[in-house]
Nanobody, 133 residues
């Protein structure tokens, strides 16, 4: 079975920082392109950052300049370090993988409509980030 599990969310004050983790089970991150998304209630899901299997990293506008993606040496965990958080960053943060050898997609939420969302076949359950003003 292949899975992704997020952790590291919580409540922080404006200006604070968080480090989210996306851990792969049943595969390694060099097998897949892995994307961080975020979705707030009533808002469209947003592409945050992508690390491709070869290590190339891409950021989108929502957190560009405030987010850093990294991968551990075992290639099992993808980190999303976020700084200078504000209330607009309040959302459920979810990681998703495009795993060529296959995966059973259990996610049917709004992030499927985000950039690259539908291509992903492995999804985590998400971790809540709440930023107070």
């Amino acid at each position: 079975e292949v899975r992704l599990v997020e952790s590291g969310g919580g409540s922080v004050q404006s200006g604070g920082s968080l480090r989210l983790s996306c851990t792969a089970l049943g595969f390694t991150l060099d097998e897949a392109d892995v994307t961080w998304y975020r979705e707030a209630p009533g808002a469209e899901c947003e592409f945050v950052a992508l690390m491709q299997r070869d290590g190339n990293i891409y950021y989108e506008d929502p957190m560009k300049g405030r987010a850093t993606v990294s991968r551990d040496v075992t290639k099992t965990t993808l980190y999303l370090e976020m700084t200078n958080l504000g209330p607009d960053d309040t959302a459920v943060y979810t990681c998703a993988a495009d795993l060529p050898r296959g995966g059973d997609r259990t996610y049917e939420g709004g992030c499927l409509g985000a950039l690259g969302g539908y291509q992903n076949n492995v999804w985590g359950q998400g971790t809540q980030v709440t930023v107070s003003s």
